[in-house]
DNA sequence: AACAACCTCAACCGCATCAGA
DNA sequence: GTCTGATGCGGTTGAGGTTGT
């Protein structure tokens, strides 16, 4: 019987972390396995890399999220959905896991708290032009077989949410930025 | 003070994709 | 083209902390 090596698990110590830190520094963050072999650590090279994304990378932000980071994590998500490593790529210094615990633990509670409050609240006059355009589109979509132009299957209830009318210069230019690297990489179509 | 319920977040797991042989 | 190891990603888990009773 081959014996299957035990690795570490669980919570990282102090003493690990600056090993890791340590062989890092002189290989550069690839080949977690030689890695985690150099630095004399009892981990996966799985592990070792979660932990340097997640922790040790430089530039790291900690500490609480800001409203304005909130706002663009709600922006994102709707525009990305659970893409967290996309949405982080566009929120500098953090990371996927931080993004998604804090969708799971915060966001995803708020959203269906006003989801609640607007179902209460929105006019059912409102409601039913919402239904009749979604019912159009339904339809639309599924008279053309092959798609073709039909992009307009995207459709969002909440309209205002993608209103950007009162943003600051700074946050219009990172959004068109941001709209532009993804149009020029076709990222979005997969979106469909 | 003691306990339960709830919350947060670091870490793990399984799968998909990529890159090199 | 195929195989294999490395890497990346999103979903999930569970330990530890906090809050409520």
Redesign the pocket.
């Known amino acids: 019987m081959a014996s299957i090596k035990e690795f570490?698990?669980?919570?990282?110590t102090a003493e690990e972390d600056r090993k890791l830190a340590e062989v890092i520094e002189i290989n550069g963050p690839?080949?977690?396995?030689?890695i985690a072999a150099k630095a004399g650590l009892n981990?996966c090279?799985?592990?070792c890399?979660?932990?340097w994304m997640?922790?040790l990378r430089p530039n790291i932000k900690r500490g609480n999220i800001t409203e304005q980071e909130e706002d663009l994590i709600l922006r994102l998500h709707k525009l990305l959905g659970?893409?967290?490593?996309?949405i982080a790529g566009r929120i500098p210094g953090r990371t996927?896991?931080?993004i998604?615990?804090?969708w799971?633990?915060?966001l995803s509670k708020k959203i269906n708290q006003v989801e609640k409050q607007n179902e209460g609240s929105r006019s059912s006059k409102r409601r039913r032009v919402i239904d009749h355009k979604a019912n159009e589109e339904v339809k639309r979509g599924e008279s053309s077989s092959n798609g073709g132009e039909d992009h307009s299957k995207v459709k969002f209830d909440d309209d205002d949410f993608f209103d950007f009318s009162n943003e600051s210069p700074l946050t219009l230019e990172w959004l068109n930025k941001f709209l532009d690297l993804d149009n020029n990489n076709n990222s979005l179509c997969e979106l469909s």
């Open positions: 570490n698990r669980g919570a990282w690839r080949r977690w396995k030689t981990r090279g799985k592990s890399r979660l932990r997640n922790y659970n893409r967290w490593s996309l996927d896991n931080e998604k615990n804090y799971n633990s915060h």
